[in-house]
């Protein structure tokens, strides 16, 4: 059983920054694909950005494309999202999942999922 505890959300103005930072415990970190999905309120949750267990393959959503860049860091079992130049649609909470398996835009195929850090960006 993998645990997933998200750090870093908070409130910034628009053109801001926040790292948000997912550090998980229970497994073996190295062998899962790990993503960053968000929900607005009234929205599904949308997937935001994945990154390959050795974290050579990223990919992302348009919305985030040259704004935010996801990370990994397997020796501290922690997975990143530096999220740059932020708009008032980014805000949202944000969960990051894992995937024992491959890497997917799907959120109901993550195995595992954090309890979410809310970012709220001001215009």
């Known amino acids: 059983q993998v645990q997933l505890v998200e750090f870093g959300g908070g409130s910034v103005q628009t053109g801001g920054s926040l790292r948000l930072s997912c550090v998980a415990s229970?497994?073996?970190?190295?062998?899962?694909?790990m993503a960053w999905f968000r929900q607005a309120p009234g929205k599904e949750r949308e997937f935001v950005a994945a990154i390959s267990t050795s974290g050579g393959n990223t990919y992302y959503e348009d919305p985030v494309k040259g704004r935010f860049i996801i990370s990994r860091d397997n020796a501290k079992n922690t997975v990143y999202l530096q999220m740059n130049r932020l708009k008032p649609e980014d805000t949202a909470v944000y969960y990051c999942a894992a995937d024992r398996l491959t890497i997917t835009a799907t959120p109901d195929e993550y195995d595992y999922w954090g309890q979410g850090t809310q970012v709220t960006v001001s215009s």
């Open positions: 229970g497994g073996t970190f190295s062998s899962y694909a």
